[in-house]
């Protein structure tokens, strides 16, 4: 046959996908399979044990991450790999990040039962701990396995109980020997939901990011008088969530005020006393920054942090600003991102060139390898919800994407 | 002697107070005096040997609530009563309450020592439970003595660790046989610590409150949509804790607009999931509003109200508005305040007439008989916390206005 017409199994990927959706299952309709817990491991166990059955190569390495590799034709060549991860949000939802690890299983399924080789070797892979909602920071086994982050400091990492990371990973029976190190690849493709709309809105089943955007995070603690609220006239208060109130509607109006394609967000606050009838005293919020363009978003939070200032200074309200975490942004391999968009092409799908705001194991990929997403639409946007939901024939198109794509891949010489 | 001439022991009062200050003492200079805790018990066994000394009667009743009577020379009139509480908030200061409690001890060990005999017999409270921190809600056990609340739904209130008012009250021992139910008085005075700064900016020592300020208290919710925050755009978001900010900020400038005495604040929020990578999809949050005028402060509620349904409505986030707690306003006794007044006059103290913004034990005691309160000054106006205070100057004047007050209520036939 002609490979050109090689196709997957929807129908054998929508009922792996359901039944990973059993393992942690939420009344919501949502999973949650938070990282290193005993959902973790049954989804591990199933996944090597599917793994096995098509006669891959399995390894498992110090930090957990899993391996399937499938042998080529000439096994000195750099092979292809394709991942992501199976942990999940609390209370997340049945695609995020498991899609991309079921779907090249799928693609090695297809070519396993046509027996179709590849002159490179193909390889699966689970990342641990992509999520980072038990363990800060997220793709932390990525981050090691790429060269970017330390072993030792991420075993140190402890969960709210106080938990360490690799007493876990210890204790679910996932601490490899083999170490966390990258090797030479000749091409990485993660597919994955969008998590956004864009795709949705314009009505297109492909989606390939050109690159993650550059993201900065800030911490801001601002401190107030707290006072008894019935006897404190209004007139020299120094009220912190007053002064929360106008820096977080001035990160919502920052992108509309600086043009260009930013998003802003403060998610999280914490306020204290936190009592009815207390002045608050204490306000700790964050900032969320994420734009294409690094200037940008370096001009965006010069001008925030100026409008912060004055807003501190006029209610009286002392203010300390963090810099906690600043990454540019990340243009993925271009030649790779036009094969998956001329996949699309082949494969008759609709497709877009876009960009990914969020951050995927991908992002330590492409700091090594030529590296390259796939999107399908997430509907509504929605992500990091049990709702969260794409349909079975748009996780089916991504995954005759990923396999084309993979296929081109592994049967080059030379990139 | 003139009995016009009579003046407390300052000293006295000074030591008693600090050595009250003693128990539940906190690093930072407070007391931490939770209701029916271990610290309460400690100052009430010290209290009640105070007034055993003496020789009051003392009596407990089943809120837990200390009397001590002193006989007056006619028995059959009623009672000239004053009193406040021992117990304090978390991390609290060293005056709040305590100072009008062992102020009427000092009256008393003033008239006991100058063997000065009233008509009416006189009687100092402490009233379990004023604070509402531990066990809410607030002054709650004056509420059951003066006949607005219920003893067994009082005895049924919970910490958070899940323990009962009645058992805690029984464990310290100060569950006493004595009915909690008024009864006849003649006149109640209740001493306090101003915990706001209008007298120390007016320049004066005595304040006589006309009343208590009316108090509503509003519970707001709001829904938004959870979401990645990265791949989401600007647009089309709805983001509750934006929603709440824009309202926090129409709370804050409510009073300027509305004109008059009001205060209005946002002392408490939540947001939810709370994670700086999601946009909030729930928030709730706390109005309270206080002012002299009634009807001003319903129409500021009906204008914030309507605002806060328009910023629901243009943020997409719909609401839920509950209306907690509402309380008219109180004007104490016209006579007793007067007396205050014209005492503080009669001893050389500066005065004011004014209101007290916060509730107090007198609240409930005002639904029952005449009453009056007598304010000194906090320093910058502060009280809830542990660097609260008032000069001992201004703690002696006034008890000495408290003393006169007294002596002439007690002195009078008819009221």
Redesign the interface.
């Known amino acids: 046959m002609d490979q050109n017409n090689l196709r997957v199994n929807g129908k054998r990927l929508q009922s792996t996908l359901e039944e990973m959706a059993k393992i942690g299952a939420t009344p919501g309709g949502g999973v949650q399979r938070l990282t290193l817990t005993d959902e973790d491991k049954q989804a591990r166990d199933l996944f090597v044990k599917w793994l096995k059955e098509i006669d891959l190569e399995v390894t498992i390495d110090e930090m957990g991450n899993i391996f399937g590799r499938r042998t080529g034709r000439n096994n000195d060549l750099e092979p292809v790999m394709s991942g992501s991860h199976v942990d999940s949000q609390p209370k997340g939802g049945r695609f995020d990040g498991i899609l991309g690890v079921m779907a090249p299983l799928e693609v090695l399924r297809t070519l396993h039962e046509n027996n179709i080789e590849t002159e490179r070797p193909l390889v699966i892979v689970d990342w641990t701990n992509e999520e980072g ?1 038990r363990f800060s920071p997220a793709m932390v086994a990525s981050g090691v396995w790429a060269g970017a982050l330390e072993r030792d400091w991420a075993y140190s990492r402890t969960d709210i109980q106080g938990k360490k990371f690799v007493d876990e990973l210890e204790r679910i029976g996932y601490r490899g020997k083999l170490a966390a190190k990258k090797w030479p690849m000749h091409a990485y493709y993660e597919y994955h939901i ?5 795709l949705e809105h314009e009505g297109k089943v492909i989606g390939a990011p050109k690159g993650i ?1 550059c ?1 900065h ?1 800030y911490d801001i603690y601002l401190e107030g ?10 007139e ?1 208060r120094n ?1 912190a ?2 002064a ?3 820096m ?2 001035k990160v ?1 109006y920052l ?2 005020e600086m043009g260009g394609n930013t ?7 914490q ?1 204290y006393p ?7 005293d204490k306000v700790h919020f ?1 900032v ?1 920054i ?1 734009s294409w363009d690094d200037d940008l978003a370096f001009r965006s939070w010069e001008s925030l942090s100026k409008d912060f200032k004055a807003i501190a200074q006029a209610r009286g309200c002392p203010i300390r600003i963090e810099e906690t975490w600043r990454v540019e942004h990340a243009p993925f391999n271009g030649k790779l991102v036009q094969r998956v968009l001329d996949v699309a092409d082949m494969l008759g799908y609709s497709k877009l060139h876009m960009v ?4 995927h194991d991908a992002s330590y990929m492409n700091q090594i390898a030529p590296t390259a997403m796939i999107f399908v639409p997430s509907i509504g ?5 049990e709702i969260e939901n794409t349909t079975w024939e748009h996780c089916e198109a991504g995954t005759n994407v990923l396999l084309h794509s993979m296929l081109q891949s592994a049967n080059e010489k030379s990139f």
């Open positions: 909602s969008e998590q956004g709309p864009i955007v993201l995070w008088t707290a006072n008894q609220v019935g006897p404190t006239p209004m020299g009220d969530l007053c929360a109130a106008e977080i509607l919502n992108p509309g998003v802003a967000t403060v998610g999280e606050i306020n936190n009592s009815r009838n207390i002045i608050p964050t969320d994420r990914s705001g969020a951050g946007g929605r992500s990091h919800v």
